[in-house]
């Protein structure tokens, strides 16, 4: 049964072949009290058939209930890369404000925290609830962990709008959870050796990085793999975080923030360190560099050059800072 099938199954109610049927004359006319007593056991009687027949549609999934945003957690693996800017999600908002939630979202009991869900797919949805300040409707259906995650990855491909690299991390994320390939593969719909690209990818190119540019929905795997390769080439990752760094790229859309990573890239490189910017043991052999980037600087000590060096200077900083201010006073003066 669709999604469509089953939500349609709950609220458009067939017509009942006895209503037609003319209602019997001559009833007894009741008293007051024994009106409502009968009254109050109908509703009683009505009460039970109904928490009955809502336990029925529970455990066959077929419920849609209103819940309560703040009981239902997301899943244990992530499919999307948060964005700041997502004019698509502000429009759902403003369309389920409007016209109320068309869609439910999926959900399974908590399997550890009773009266609590965890969400299989619908997460937008849940998201624009919570901004709204609603309940959302839900779907409640028994799920294993693999049902779980089968049903998150095809709802996905369903609406065709996880990007290349949302996949691969998708697909990394759920390996890393102990996801068997066969699970990742059914929850992704392709093959193990689309599976293995994605995963490859997605443990080249470092995460900070990704979450920095978005999603890059027109990017595919040949652009992801020239980042990948390019870092790895030059270690080059500062070059990436400065140019992402801008308010200008903050505010662009995520291929404009990619297509800036590669050609930062891809332009000169910076020249290495000067050497003035390393020292050297009394051997002639290279032993300390500093290096400078994004307001710090870093002191790096060759160990097997000058073994307990870098722990010789620790010991005394208190004493060489009180040096570095007389010599600046001396400077000044």
């Not at 019997?24 to 409502?36: D, F, L, N, P, Y």
């Not at 160990?303 to 005394?316: E, G, H, L, N, T």
Request: aromatic share 4%; hydrophobic share 40%.
């Amino acid at each position: 049964m669709s999604r469509k099938d089953t939500v349609n199954s709950l609220f458009l109610k067939r017509p009942d072949p006895e209503s037609g049927k003319p209602q019997k004359s001559g009833e007894r006319v009741r008293t007051g009290a024994i009106s409502a007593m009968g009254a109050s056991l109908h509703e009683m009687s009505e009460n039970a058939k109904h928490a009955a027949n809502l336990q029925k549609q529970l455990a066959e999934g077929e419920a849609v209930l209103s819940l309560d945003v703040a009981k239902i957690d997301s899943s244990r693996v992530a499919d999307r890369i948060p964005i700041e800017v997502d004019a698509a999600f502000d429009q759902l908002v403003a369309s389920i404000e409007e016209n109320g939630q068309q869609v439910p979202i999926l959900v399974r009991p908590h399997p550890d925290v009773a009266g609590r869900y965890q969400i299989a797919y619908g997460r937008r949805r849940l998201r624009a609830a919570e901004v709204l300040g609603r309940s959302v409707k839900a779907i409640v259906k028994t799920l294993s962990d693999s049902e779980l995650i089968v049903a998150q990855g095809r709802e996905n491909l369903d609406r065709k709008d996880l990007s290349f690299i949302e996949k691969a991390f998708f697909a990394k994320n759920l390996e890393d959870d102990g996801c068997d390939r066969r699970t990742i593969v059914a929850a992704l719909g392709t093959d193990k050796a689309d599976v293995s690209r994605y995963i490859l990818v997605a443990r080249r190119v470092p995460e900070d990085i990704v979450r920095k540019i978005g999603p890059a929905p027109k990017a595919g795997r040949a652009r992801w793999l020239a980042l990948a390769d390019a870092l790895e080439k030059r270690s080059q990752i500062d070059v990436v975080e400065d140019a992402l760094a801008s308010a200008a790229l903050r505010k662009a859309d995520s291929d404009t923030r990619l297509n800036a990573a590669l050609q930062a890239l891809a332009s000169k490189p910076r020249k290495s360190l000067a050497s003035k910017d390393m020292w050297k043991a009394p051997n002639g052999k290279r032993a300390a560099h500093i290096e400078a980037r994004h307001g710090r600087t870093t002191l790096v000590f060759e160990d097997k050059v000058v073994p307990d060096f870098a722990r010789f200077i620790s010991a005394r900083l208190d004493q060489l800072y009180v040096e570095f201010q007389a010599d600046g006073k001396e400077e000044g003066s």
